[in-house]
């Protein structure tokens, strides 16, 4: 059974700071990182870790959000700091699960994130 547990998403002011946690339970190979999408628009790549803890980051967030891992709780976080009204979106966890030896993309249920301005 696999499962992503997310957590920390709420109202925020303007300027604000926000964290995001995902959890990850059963054969998960690996939590690659965060999309988010925004009413009326595309989800779109926020932040992804590596394995190895290499990131890469959506020029919208550069300087403002951090990802990061905790290996021993198998959980991603995404500090999200001096936060924006166009943050404003669901924010979905994503992580590769192997099936059969192939490998799939898994998604978390997602967690709101509202800035108000």
């Known amino acids: 059974q696999v499962q992503l547990v997310e957590s920390g998403g709420g109202l925020v002011q303007a300027g604000g700071s926000v964290r995001l946690s995902c959890a990850a339970f059963?054969?998960?190979?690996?939590?690659k990182g965060w999309y988010r999408q925004a009413p009326g628009k595309q989800r779109e790549l926020v932040a992804t870790?590596?394995?190895?803890?290499?990131?890469n980051y959506a020029d919208s967030v550069k300087g403002r959000f951090t990802i990061s891992r905790d290996k021993a709780k198998n959980t991603v976080y995404l500090q999200m700091n001096s936060l924006k009204p166009e943050d404003t979106a669901v924010y979905y966890c994503?992580?590769?699960?192997?099936?059969?030896?192939?490998?799939?993309?898994?998604w978390g249920q997602g967690t709101q994130v509202t800035v108000s301005s």
């Open positions: 994503n992580a590769v699960v192997p099936v059969a030896g192939t490998f799939y993309d898994y």
């Open positions: 059963g054969s998960i190979f690996s939590i």
């Open positions: 870790i590596t394995k190895g803890d290499s990131t």
